[in-house]
Nanobody, 117 residues
């Protein structure tokens, strides 16, 4: 079973919204940290937001007030609600999870988000 699977990316006009999902393997237990990252070709991958197992959240300054991260621990799924999207939000979005007492790291395969008119 694939550890993490992202979905929900696509093409949207500036000012629009998208909701990304990251479904973690049902075999995982004790998912500690979950986060969203994004990467533009030729640039380093950057943190967008993360959420702890207890629900504490941190956002990059560039997305504060526009993006909301959440998770459903019963479904092992994390979400990223993206509103008021801008062309500079265009990137491949990846989810990351730290699992178990060793905080083993897992990454998803990425989903493309394109904001363009």
């Amino acid at each position: 079973q694939v550890p993490l699977v992202e979905s929900g990316g696509g093409l949207v006009q500036p000012g629009g919204s998208l909701r990304l999902s990251c479904a973690a393997s049902s075999t995982f237990s004790g998912i500690n940290y979950m986060g969203w990252y994004r990467q533009v070709l030729g640039k380093e991958r950057e943190l967008v937001a993360f959420i702890s197992s207890g629900g504490s959240t941190v956002y990059a300054d560039s997305v504060k007030g526009r993006f909301t991260i959440s998770r459903d621990n019963d479904k092992n799924t994390m979400y990223l609600q993206m509103n008021s999207l801008k062309p500079e939000d265009t990137a491949v979005y990846y989810c990351k999870a730290l699992v178990g007492i060793t905080n083993r790291e897992y990454w998803g395969q990425g989903t493309q988000v394109t904001v363009s008119s």
